[in-house]
T-cell receptor, first 114, second 113 residues
């Protein structure tokens, strides 16, 4: 089955530690995205990549970093510079269908900083 | 960016139709209307999209007004499993001509027995 796999599903981190969230897709989609969701809020865009070896900052990129070395993979590193990293992180990929950009999401990774 | 207005919450009886409204009065001629839903603690799921014509798929129907300033997502026979937050998205970040969806707070739909 094609889809997006995020790991780990739950992650605990001590303050001052970097952590990397994995996102892998086998949909052959060119574009991939990272969103952050806080309780009761919508999704906020962290980074996105429309092609391998290229990525762009979203609305809340500070304290995060990404890489896109392979089409299938778009890992997100939450650095110690991120002031409030506890959140639900969602990875997505997309394909354009008749001019419309339709996203497919992973199941999410919940990060808790202790 | 995502200039849509949705009611924060709605409820619906199981088996009845759920009609979720969305206002997008600033939509431009080539912008699609998208609907996604998010069941608690899961990733959002794409439901349907449309440009001008009404659309139907196995999940829902999308009715877009003639002036395209509003739309309604219809779940024809709601079930308890349709309880979720529903996001109407019209516009997001423009990157190279492709819009990246911006998600607001959506409508929390509760389907009750």
């Amino acid at each position: 089955d094609g889809g997006i796999t995020q790991s780990p599903k739950y992650l605990f981190r001590k303050e001052g530690q970097n952590v990397t969230l994995s996102c892998e897709q086998n949909l052959n989609h060119d574009a991939m995205y990272w969103y952050r969701q806080d309780p009761g809020q919508g999704l906020r865009l962290i980074y996105y990549s429309q092609i391998v070896n290229d990525f762009q900052k979203g609305d809340i990129a500070e304290g995060y970093s990404v890489s896109r070395e392979k089409k299938e993979s778009f890992p997100l590193t939450v650095t110690s510079a991120q002031k409030n990293p506890t959140a639900f992180y969602l990875c997505a990929s997309s394909i354009v269908i008749s001019g419309a950009n339709v996203l497919t999401f992973g199941a999410g990774s919940r990060l808790t900083v202790l | 960016d995502a200039k849509t207005t949705q009611p924060p919450s709605m409820d619906c009886a199981e088996g009845r139709a759920a009609n979720l409204p969305c206002n997008h009065s600033t939509i431009s001629g080539n912008e699609y209307v998208y609907w996604y839903r998010q069941i608690h603690s899961q990733g959002p799921q794409y439901i349907i999209h449309g440009l001008k014509n009404n659309e139907t798929n196995e999940m829902a129907s999308l009715i877009i007004t003639e002036d395209r300033k509003s739309s309604t997502l219809i779940l024809p026979h709601a079930t308890l499993r349709d309880t979720a937050v529903y996001y109407c998205i019209v516009r997001g970040r423009n990157s190279g001509g492709s819009y990246i969806p911006t998600f607001g707070r959506g409508t929390s739909l509760i389907v009750h027995p």
